[in-house]
């Protein structure tokens, strides 16, 4: 076995092609990309609203593409942002491309908090005025790792969550300057609801409450304490009774919410996560997808890969069905492009095939350019409570563009839901490693064979356009405010209309 190449990974773009070349699939979907977007028109007067979000562009990453785009489109809906983020940059990734797509007149208030990071850095300048810049970053370097491992050991993980007093004083006093009618918390991490919380309390604004992901989570192979457990289920009951509307990204997962929670049913909606036209027209060409593709067949794998979301579980069958078709060699490749946890970092540059290559943490633009290139791009959902609670948000994105989608998700849940609908897919469960390779053997056979298909329903794919999405949120909006304030706003009976079945 060869150890497995980390440099990045680009796909051959094609060259010289005119508009004959494409083919009819990618002209229909180049077509349907340009079409304009159709929303409905706005219920309500709209206001000003504060976003809390501690992860904001130029932090990098999956997490922070929904508060982006709600700042983007929620002034096109009537509703102007304020964004509340965190201010220090020790995030994991970052991509300043994010940058350029959020409004020129964004107000974006970055506090800086009593976090690690932030501490760190405040005592680092103050060295660096004594001892020069250099020592300044070492006293930076050594501070935060020394105080983030307090913070663990005092059951604060890595204190990031210290950031709640001082953003909330931000919020209020900036509520005080040039009042908001509403406040939006999204999270992960999961502690800005307890800023928006304490917000809505001495303010008496309308809160709405946006859980991306379950507050109790089994996606990492050892599960968090029963103690640990039992705070994020009381944690959870305390948004769900204090906010006015809580969202979540999946129908699954409100429905859990609904069941548990009864009482506050009709305060419980989804409103799934999305795609942007604009990030897939400034990403790929149409001549980028044409010609003969066949000599090749490139898998490409996006996202974060953690926990139970093992690569082994790909590259196992992968590598089986090379060996049993030696043909295939140096023409089949698996593109892993995201962040791998240190132990399957480990095993992966330990003992890999030569078909895999780690392209690493790649900008959004890039990701995207990636997958559209691919012969088939993969989404991983393993099944576990979170599984089924939970839609990759790189989903959307993977169905807005002509690629073959290589689902690896549980049967029944809402990502193997939408997939179906769209086409232009295989479905397989993730932990079933024959079923793994019988559709891995389907999807290269096809695509050598010219027989892949890549078209969809693209009506179904406009339900996920961010516009429509930040629609949606706008409604919910005005139902909060509606409700709690009693100014006119949507009418009762669209209120349920906003939900994602």
Same mark, same amino acid.
């Given at each position: 076995?060869?150890?497995?190449?980390?440099?990045?990974?680009?796909?051959?773009?094609?060259?010289?092609?005119?508009?004959?070349?494409?083919?009819?699939?990618?002209?229909?979907?180049?077509? *349907?990309?340009?079409?304009?977007?159709?929303?409905?028109?706005?219920?309500?007067?709209?206001?000003?609203?504060?976003?809390?979000?501690?992860?904001?562009?130029?932090?990098?990453?999956?997490?922070?593409?929904?508060?982006?785009?709600?700042?983007?489109?929620?002034?096109?809906?009537?509703?102007?942002?304020?964004?509340?983020?965190?201010?220090?940059?020790?995030?994991?990734?970052?991509?300043?491309?994010?940058?350029?797509?959020?409004?020129?007149?964004?107000?974006?208030?970055?506090?800086?908090?009593?976090?690690?990071?932030?501490?760190?850095?405040?005592?680092?300048?103050?060295?660096?005025?004594?001892?020069?810049?250099?020592?300044?970053?070492?006293?930076?370097?050594?501070?935060?790792?020394?105080?983030?491992?307090?913070?663990?050991?005092?059951?604060?993980?890595?204190?990031?969550?210290?950031?709640?007093?001082?953003?909330?004083?931000?919020?209020?006093?900036?509520?005080?300057?040039?009042?908001?009618?509403?406040?939006?918390?999204?999270?992960?991490?999961?502690?800005?609801?307890?800023?928006?919380?304490?917000?809505?309390?001495?303010?008496?604004?309308? *809160?709405?409450?946006?859980?991306?992901?379950?507050?109790?989570?089994?996606?990492? &192979?050892?599960?968090?304490?029963?103690?640990?457990?039992?705070?994020?289920?009381?944690?959870?009951?305390?948004?769900?009774?204090?906010?006015?509307?809580?969202?979540?990204?999946?129908?699954?997962?409100?429905?859990?919410?609904?069941?548990?929670?009864?009482?506050?049913?009709? &305060?419980?909606?989804?409103?799934?996560?999305?795609?942007?036209?604009?990030?897939?027209?400034?990403?790929? &060409?149409?001549?980028?997808?044409?010609?003969?593709?066949?000599?090749?067949?490139?898998?490409?794998?996006?996202?974060?890969?953690?926990?139970?979301?093992?690569?082994?579980?790909?590259?196992?069958?992968?590598?089986?069905?090379?060996?049993?078709?030696?043909?295939?060699?140096?023409?089949?490749?698996?593109?892993?492009?995201?962040?791998?946890?240190? @132990?399957?970092?480990?095993?992966?540059?330990?003992?890999?095939?030569?078909?895999?290559?780690?392209?690493?943490?790649?900008?959004?633009? @890039?990701?995207?350019?990636?997958?559209?290139?691919?012969?088939?791009?993969?989404?991983?959902?393993?099944?576990?409570?979170?599984?089924?609670?939970?839609?990759?948000?790189?989903?959307?994105?993977?169905?807005?563009?002509?690629?073959?989608?290589?689902?690896?998700?549980?049967?029944?849940?809402?990502?193997?839901?939408?997939?179906?609908?769209?086409?232009?897919?295989?479905?397989?469960?993730?932990?079933?490693?024959?079923?793994?390779?019988?559709?891995?053997?389907?999807?290269?056979?096809?695509?050598?064979?010219?027989?892949?298909?890549?078209?969809?329903?693209?009506?179904?794919?406009?339900?996920?356009?961010?516009?429509?999405?930040?629609?949606?949120?706008?409604?919910?909006?005005?139902?909060?405010?509606?409700?709690?304030?009693?100014?006119?706003?949507?009418?009762?009976?669209?209120?349920?209309?906003?939900?994602?079945?």
């Amino acid at each position: 076995m060869t150890t497995a190449s980390t440099t990045s990974y680009t796909l051959p773009r094609a060259t010289s092609r005119t508009s004959a070349d494409v083919p009819e699939h990618v002209q229909r979907w180049w077509r *349907w990309l340009h079409r304009p977007v159709i929303t409905p028109p706005a219920d309500g007067v709209g206001g000003r609203v504060l976003l809390i979000s501690y992860q904001f562009p130029p932090t990098g990453g999956s997490g922070v593409q929904r508060p982006a785009k709600l700042a983007k489109y929620l002034p096109r809906c009537g509703w102007q942002v304020e964004v509340l983020t965190a201010a220090h940059d020790r995030f994991p990734w970052t991509d300043t491309s994010l940058l350029a797509d959020l409004p020129d007149d964004l107000i974006t208030h970055r506090i800086a908090g009593h976090e690690p990071a932030c501490v760190a850095r405040w005592l680092g300048a103050q060295c660096a005025r004594l001892g020069g810049e250099r020592y300044g970053r070492r006293v930076d370097d050594a501070l935060h790792w020394r105080l983030t491992g307090w913070a663990d050991r005092l059951g604060l993980q890595n204190g990031e969550s210290l950031w709640i007093g001082p953003a909330t004083r931000a919020a209020i006093r900036r509520h005080r300057e040039t009042p908001f009618d509403a406040v939006i918390s999204t999270g992960p991490p999961h502690f800005v609801h307890r800023v928006a919380m304490q917000v809505a309390r001495l303010t008496g604004l309308p *809160w709405l409450a946006d859980l991306r992901d379950p507050l109790v989570s089994d996606f990492d &192979r050892t599960g968090c304490s029963p103690r640990q457990a039992r705070r994020m289920r009381e944690y959870e009951a305390d948004i769900v009774e204090r906010a006015d509307l809580i969202v979540t990204t999946c129908p699954s997962f409100a429905w859990d919410l609904q069941q548990r929670y009864p009482e506050r049913t009709r &305060r419980i909606r989804a409103i799934t996560n999305g795609f942007d036209r604009d990030d897939i027209r400034r990403a790929v &060409r149409p001549a980028e997808l044409a010609g003969d593709t066949r000599d090749e067949c490139t898998l490409v794998a996006a996202g974060a890969f953690y926990g139970r979301r093992e690569l082994s579980r790909i590259i196992r069958p992968l590598q089986r069905l090379m060996q049993l078709h030696p043909p295939y060699a140096g023409r089949v490749k698996l593109v892993i492009a995201g962040t791998i946890d240190a @132990e399957q970092r480990r095993a992966v540059q330990q003992n890999t095939p030569e078909f895999v290559s780690l392209a690493g943490y790649v900008d959004h633009a @890039e990701a995207i350019a990636l997958t559209a290139r691919a012969a088939c791009s993969i989404v991983v959902v393993p099944a576990c409570e979170h599984g089924h609670l939970s839609i990759p948000g790189k989903t959307f994105e993977l169905l807005a563009v002509p690629t073959h989608v290589l689902a690896l998700v549980p049967s029944g849940s809402d990502t193997e839901h939408i997939v179906r609908r769209t086409g232009g897919c295989t479905v397989a469960p993730f932990e079933r490693e024959h079923a793994v390779f019988s559709a891995l053997r389907g999807i290269i056979e096809s695509h050598f064979s010219g027989e892949l298909q890549a078209d969809r329903d693209w009506t179904r794919v406009d339900a996920f356009d961010r516009q429509i999405i930040a629609r949606r949120f706008a409604d919910c909006l005005e139902a909060a405010c509606c409700e709690k304030t009693g100014r006119r706003g949507i009418a009762s009976h669209n209120r349920e209309a906003v939900e994602v079945a």
